[in-house]
């Protein structure tokens, strides 16, 4: 795989959180300081990142069953992985065939590609995770993996995918070689696919909007504005403006008299929907410094962290069909036993097959992994566990 230019990992204004500190000037100051802590949901996404960059390259990338090692977190990759690192290779190759075969002109596709965007600021900079630069049709492509499921992630309007667009376009049209863009994020997990487009030369407004929030995330006392961005904003647990407003919102809400939500008038259904992603950023926040108390040994009255939700999965997928090869030999089970087309069967499943066949399935076959851990009320049954440190992604 092709290593990207060496520099710092994120700039100072990220196009991940340009939705944030474009509403939120003083969001940028204030995140200078917020360590980048870890987390398992990154880890993997660098991984699912990493994979889909190598197959639309062609360069080797691992098999299922394979143990990988990313932000010192450890995987297994699992047939579920290669699925949405599938899904995403098929829409962007789908998309470069299509194109050859409208124009008979093989569009130019490149992967992980580090962009210079000074009409942030200088020193700006971005990774894209794919360009297509279609010159036959004079069009330029941009596409962003999002391998979470929490939030659904749109093109339109999107700042993260316009800043790319716009590096893009300064990269790789030395005259005026495209006339409009196409954004697109795919997002395997939700089974989620959107484009939108622009002219070259709507996109071109963005640069002063994004020059002038820059400008405004230098100001002395850059003003802090709650809103909907604040949900994977790394300061919310401290920031004093979403406290406000969240708590004001909360006080209008639960004002008056409580009314049964299919009594409530439509202006005020549309009062508290406003009120609700302040207040649960709020919440939010407020969980993950609990959490952050938690796990430095500092008490909340009342709380505990506890082991997540456990699921079985296959350790190695390889050495199991190995096995199960082993117990075709001697006549106990078929592959077609094992498998649930077009993949292996669950755990569960297998041991239904297994015990109506006699057979036993080897425990070191099979292993146990845990959800994120939970913040629960002490009277909860389950033993406290230590509480992970958290950092809160850009979404991306």
């Not at 697109?184 to 996109?203: F, I, K, S």
């Not at 006549?331 to 094992?338: E, F, L, R």
């Not at 851990?373 to 950092?391: H, N, T």
Request: charged share 25%.
């Amino acid at each position: 795989m092709s290593k990207l230019e060496q520099g710092p990992a994120h700039a100072r204004l990220s196009p991940s959180a340009a939705h944030r500190w474009m509403e939120c000037p003083g969001s940028a100051q204030a995140a200078v300081s917020v360590p980048d802590v870890p987390t398992i949901y990154a880890a993997e996404g660098t991984m699912l990142h990493q994979a889909t960059a190598a197959r639309l390259q062609r360069q080797p990338w691992h098999t299922v069953g394979d143990s990988l090692i990313f932000d010192g977190f450890e995987f297994v990759y699992t047939e579920d992985h290669a699925t949405l690192v599938d899904w995403c290779v098929e829409k962007v190759a789908g998309l470069v065939r299509d194109l050859h075969a409208q124009s008979g002109e093989k569009p130019e596709l490149h992967v992980e590609v580090r962009l210079p965007l000074p009409f942030i600021e200088p020193g700006s900079f971005g990774t894209s995770d794919v360009i297509v630069c279609d010159y036959a049709n004079r069009t330029l492509y941009g596409f962003d993996h999002k391998f979470g499921a929490g939030v659904k992630v749109f093109a339109a309007d999107n700042p993260q995918l316009i800043a790319y667009g716009l590096g893009a376009l300064d990269r790789y049209s030395l005259f005026d070689e495209f006339d409009r863009m196409v954004f697109g994020v795919l997002q395997p997990r939700l089974n989620h696919y959107d484009v939108a487009e622009m002219t070259v030369a709507q996109a071109d407004d963005w640069r002063k909007r994004f020059s002038a929030a820059a400008k405004a995330t230098h100001a002395p006392n850059a003003p802090l504005k709650a809103g909907d961005h604040c949900k994977f904003c790394p300061v919310k647990a401290t920031c004093p403006e979403l406290h406000t407003k969240a708590l004001a919102a909360a006080q209008s809400v639960y004002s008056d008299e409580p009314t049964p939500p299919d009594a409530l008038p439509e202006a005020r259904i549309g009062e508290v929907l406003r009120a609700a992603p302040m207040i649960r950023a709020y919440l939010e926040a407020v969980e993950s410094e609990a959490r952050r108390r938690l796990a430095v040994g500092l008490p909340v009255t009342g709380w505990k962290v506890v082991q997540g939700r456990g699921t079985r999965s296959w350790a190695n997928t390889k050495e199991l069909r190995a096995w199960v090869e082993q117990q075709e030999m001697f006549g106990k089970m078929t592959m077609a036993d094992a498998m649930e087309e077009p993949s292996l069967r669950s755990v569960a499943q297998m041991e239904k097959v297994c015990k109506k066949l006699g057979v036993s399935i080897p425990e070191t076959l099979i292993q146990k992994v845990y959800s994120a851990p939970s913040l629960v009320p002490e009277s909860d049954p389950r033993p406290s566990v230590a509480a992970p440190l958290e950092a809160i992604p850009d979404g991306g």
